[in-house]
């Protein structure tokens, strides 16, 4: 909650800002945040670094060469334990589902296919909270894409610790000439295109790199970031539209 002071106050103290994500818990918040980079001079960053991972780094690859033709569907999930002990009631410790745990989800959509979303729309219910006026538990988002695509997301605090990873996520990507896939918290990845079944991405040889080796390097030498600075918090600005605009399932 006093994330977005701090940010302005380094800001405002001559220090570049690499903050956790949700960066901040509102577009107004945002939009201040950033008049007072650009004021400052000192750059702003959020710890984007979701698809600085491999194969999410080559599956973006293929999908941007159009490797799958035009993206016309996506469908992503992303899924944590609950651990009601230990994780926070309160939406505003951390930001809650939609944009704490949501976002990763978004920047798969948007970092993976390089769309932005249009519109969003969301759902979301504290049905299994460990207390009624609790956390929210799941949500559902429905999204339009900026070339006329569809996108559907679902986010949960539902992972059982039987998994055996921290995070259960799938990213599924339809266009017109093939789908391609990464599933089950990165243990499966597929390729399919209309001439042929392509196999498990080949991640061999890969120039993935940590998105906060890339920033040290901007601020050092001046080389380019791999995406802009709108680019990067677009993601952060749709889970804020949604949060803003969800509808809660009444039990």
């Not at 002071?5 to 918040?29: N, Q, T, W």
């Not at 959020?46 to 698809?51: F, N, Q, S």
């Not at 944590?80 to 009631?89: A, F, G, L």
């Not at 949501?102 to 798969?108: D, E, L």
């Amino acid at each position: 909650i006093d994330q977005e002071e701090d940010i302005i106050a380094c800001l405002r103290a001559g220090k570049h800002v690499y903050a956790e994500k949700p960066a901040v818990l509102s577009e107004r918040a945002l939009e201040r945040v950033l008049a007072v980079s650009k004021e400052s001079g000192c750059e702003f960053h959020e710890m984007a670094d979701t698809v600085f991972d491999e194969p999410y780094w080559t599956m973006r690859r293929l999908v941007q060469s159009g490797k799958i033709g035009e993206v016309v569907q996506v469908y992503i999930q992303k899924s944590y334990p609950m651990h009601p002990d230990t994780r926070p009631q309160d939406e505003t410790t951390d930001g809650g589902l939609i944009r704490w745990a949501g976002i990763h989800g978004i920047r798969f959509l948007e970092h993976i296919t390089g769309l932005r979303v249009r519109a969003v729309s969301a759902y979301q219910t504290r049905l299994g909270a460990p207390r009624p006026d609790g956390m929210f538990t799941a949500a559902s988002l429905s999204m339009t894409l900026e070339n006329g695509g569809v996108a559907s997301a679902c986010f949960n605090y539902l992972n059982p610790d039987g998994f055996g990873r921290w995070g259960n996520e799938s990213v599924r990507i339809f266009g017109d000439r093939g789908m391609i896939e990464v599933t089950d918290g990165k243990r499966r990845s597929h390729l399919y295109t209309q001439e042929q079944d392509e196999g498990e991405l080949d991640i061999t040889g890969s120039d993935c790199r940590d998105y906060f080796d890339w920033l040290i390097d901007h601020l050092h030498s001046g080389s380019p970031m791999p995406m802009s600075q709108e680019e990067e918090l677009h993601p952060l600005r749709t889970v804020l539209r949604a949060w803003e605009n969800a509808v809660e399932i009444q039990i």
